[in-house]
């Protein structure tokens, strides 16, 4: 038996406390600016309890922009940050759960050679090739388009990986027994692999989603017209006035809004969170 | 691994294929090979024609004292993220290892920041230490300390860094709780009835258990430093002051957006490209196999 000492029980929920508080206190402090006026945050002595001017900045924040600048407000923002969010995740899933199935199910030449062109862009993040990609986006005319915030980054291997790894779990019987039913490809894959795969399905979403949301350096670069930002753009691009005259109760409202959706996601589906980081991850 | 009952047409499986092989050509293969051609190029600076000079854009990229700085840099910035964020997680994950029914708790309290986008974090850091008015800066700046990391390179690194291993806590936290729960509680016990106290049990035991998740955090991290700290560093401090905090990543950004010179460009990009490679070789060398979930 291990011992047990009181005092270490006081130690680890000390430091744990102290864990909880570090990680929520620069929340904490954006979301008490979000609620006061601008006055008393430039003041430098705002106060660590909420202010009475919530509704009215994220009023402003979301339907009408800042006074100081000619930004674009946030609601048109969040709604951008949706759509391709939502379409890097569908998509994503889409093009690997079909390649994953050829890969895994089926013999043909060259299967090994396409599972490694695939396999190969797990290397290389858009990061380390962003202007020789942002020249083809340019070139096929999808600057300031959905496709192009969409497109290119739907380009990698985790998915077909993580789908690849869990049909090889699923019991040769399965197929064997739906064959002797009749069934061909496309009724195997509809009325067996899918709703098999739901759970995988829906963790990789969870993580895709979160990384299409979090997305900087990309639609940074390809986007020019304020109507086609996102919000994590749209959000510094408010700091970029010098920051004395930031409007920082508004840049922290949009930042507690910009945090939101993706920090939902993660708290109300722990579980497939969890299981979709650990499972991409390996 | 393969599976021994498959379909077999003859079409189908490439046209399941196309619409990834798609993908990958035009916005990975394209590109990719694109920046390799142009790193051996000159292009003049209307674009219009182009003379191929072998490794002269090379020879002068690493002939730039920026560019051993921002090298410099990003080792500095790397290590530092990477040591502090799993020293503080791994002490976190220890003490919630403890017990049981509150590590579920403190589970959802420490993984949410890894939802925070590196650009919010980023500004959200910015706002607590803004020197007039942040509130941690305040306390600094009464206490007589000039802190200033729109002037002074080194606070900038250290905002930079706070923000980055703060956003990193939480993913550190997940993996390594998840290592310690899979430790045995009978080694353990074993430790102490032979009388190792909690610390000598903490060395002995579970830290020579926990590291090949330790090794692949450690991996993982270093890769995570490298390309998604951009939108902090962006938000921050934009790569400066005086260029203090530009990484390599970030200088790849900045100096292409001055635009000009393509071949430079493409190969500052090759040479990343062979460093991620090199990084992911050791990744799935060393860590595929001796990682445990």
Known sequence: MVEHRPLNDVIAYAILTLGVFIVAFPVYLALIASSHDAGTVIGGHMPLSPGNHTLENYYRAVFVGGSRTSREPVGHMLTNSFISAAGIAVGKIFISILSAYAVVYFRFPFRKTAFWIIFVTLMLPVEVRIYPTYKVVSDLHMLDTYAGLILPLIASATGTLLFRQFFMTIPDELLEASRIDGAGPFRFFWDTLLPLSVTTIAALFVIQFIYGWNQYLWPLLITTQDSMQTIVIGIKKMLTTTDELAEWQLAMATAVLAMLPPVAVVVFMQRLFVRGLVETEK | ?293
């Not at chain 2, 430079?264 to 990084?279: C, D, E, F, P």
């Open chain 2, 1 to 293: 691994m393969e599976k021994s009952a498959v379909f077999n047409s003859k079409l189908l499986p490439y046209a399941l294929l196309v619409p990834q092989l798609v993908i990958t050509f035009v916005f990975f293969y394209w590109p990719a090979s694109q920046a390799l051609w142009q790193s051996f190029l000159r292009e003049d600076a209307f674009g219009l024609s182009s003379e191929f000079i072998g490794f002269e854009n090379y020879e002068a990229l690493f002939a730039q004292p920026e560019y051993y700085k921002a090298m410099l840099t990003t080792v500095v910035f790397s290590t530092l993220v990477a040591v502090l964020s799993l020293a503080i997680a791994l002490l976190f994950a220890t003490q919630a290892d403890k017990n049981l029914k509150a590590a579920q708790v403190y589970k959802t309290f420490m993984i949410w920041p890894y939802a925070v986008a590196p650009a919010v974090a980023g500004v959200l850091w910015i706002f607590m230490f803004q020197p007039s008015l942040g509130t941690l800066a305040q306390p600094l700046r009464f206490m007589g300390f000039d802190w200033n990391p729109l002037l002074n390179g080194n606070h900038a690194m250290a905002l930079v860094v706070m923000a980055a291993v703060w956003k990193q806590i939480s993913y550190n936290f997940l993996f390594f709780l998840a290592g310690l729960q899979s430790i045995p509680k009978s080694v353990i016990e074993a430790g102490a009835i032979d009388g190792a106290g909690p610390m000598r049990r903490f060395w002995t035991i579970v830290f020579p258990l926990l590291s090949p998740t330790t090794f692949f955090l450690l991996v993982v991290n270093v890769v995570y430093v490298f390309f998604d700290t951009f939108g902090i560093i962006d938000a921050v401090t934009g790569g400066g002051p005086a260029g203090n905090t530009t990484t390599l990543v970030y200088k790849v950004y900045a100096d292409g957006r001055l635009g000009g010179d393509l071949g430079g460009s493409a190969a500052q990009s090759v040479v990343l490209m062979i460093i991620v490679v090199a990084l992911t070789a050791v990744q799935f060398r060393y860590v595929e196999r001796k990682v445990q979930y």
